[in-house]
């Protein structure tokens, strides 16, 4: 499939029903979301995909969070005209700004979309330009390390830890897209304009073991939306188990 401006997106579908487009984060592509859409395929027609730059799709340049959202029209399309969108972190925000700009969009789920609020707001800066940089300098050691100290908040400790695990190299590998997530995120701002010009059913979604900010963001998500509304399910660090999630998603999504 390609998108509005001939870039290629690599998808897969599994299940029949009801479509949901699977909208993964940060150092994700379409195998992360593979066993959240094994748990719905029962009762969904479920589209994993690469994000442009991620896996099979291709990666166009110069990059425009506005090339995201019209992927999203492309793979709605193929979806057959119709989707459910299901984003998690930066790839809620996606959905979010997605459903926002008006695309045909039945329902939304979005889990800890990463806007900070109250209390909150200031404790991530907007690391863009510095993983910029690193990327343009073939740093992309240094890229990981940014996001995931000054964006995610890992420890430095638990991230040198990290490097020396096999597990570095996929995220190396994929370390050109977090600026991309970084533009999507916009700095952690809440949206509230665009949000408010969102008409479908959203639910926002966190976890119980996720940091206050995260959970709080997801609220206020929620909040912004008209009509939206929040559940926070048992789960770990920024992470709920397929298991889980899937219920909480066909229950709202079908009733």
Request: charged content about 20%; overall charge negative.
């Amino acid at each position: 499939m390609r998108s509005a401006d001939g870039t290629p997106i690599a998808y897969e579908r599994s299940g029949d029903g009801p479509p949901i487009i699977l909208v993964g984060g940060a150092f994700n592509d379409r195998n992360t979301t593979r066993a959240l859409g094994a748990e719905l395929a029962s009762d969904f027609g479920v589209f994993g995909y690469d994000r442009r730059g991620r896996g099979d799709s291709g990666d166009t340049t110069p990059y425009e969070v506005r090339r995201e959202i019209e992927d999203l029209a492309a793979l709605i399309a193929a979806a057959g005209g119709t989707a459910a969108l299901y984003g998690v972190s930066s790839g809620a925000i996606l959905a979010a700004l997605a459903a926002a700009d008006g695309l045909p969009v039945t329902g939304l789920v979005l889990f800890e979309p990463p806007f900070q609020v109250g209390s909150h707001v200031g404790i991530r800066e907007d690391i863009t330009a510095r993983l910029t940089e690193r990327i343009a300098a073939d740093d992309r050691d240094g890229a990981v390390e940014t996001f995931l100290t000054d964006s995610v908040g890992l420890p430095a400790e638990a991230v040198a830890g990290m490097r020396a695990q096999p597990m570095w190299g996929s995220l190396t590998a994929i370390a050109h897209t977090l600026p991309y997530d970084a533009l999507v995120s916009a700095g952690g701002r809440l949206p509230v304009e665009r949000l408010a010009a969102i008409t479908a059913p959203t639910l926002a979604v966190d976890s119980t073991s996720s940091p206050q900010w995260l959970r709080d963001g997801s609220r206020a998500t929620a909040e912004a939306v008209p009509g939206g509304r929040h559940v926070s399910l048992e789960g770990g660090y920024h992470d709920v188990p397929p298991a889980t999630l899937a219920p909480a998603l066909r229950e709202f999504l079908l009733g």
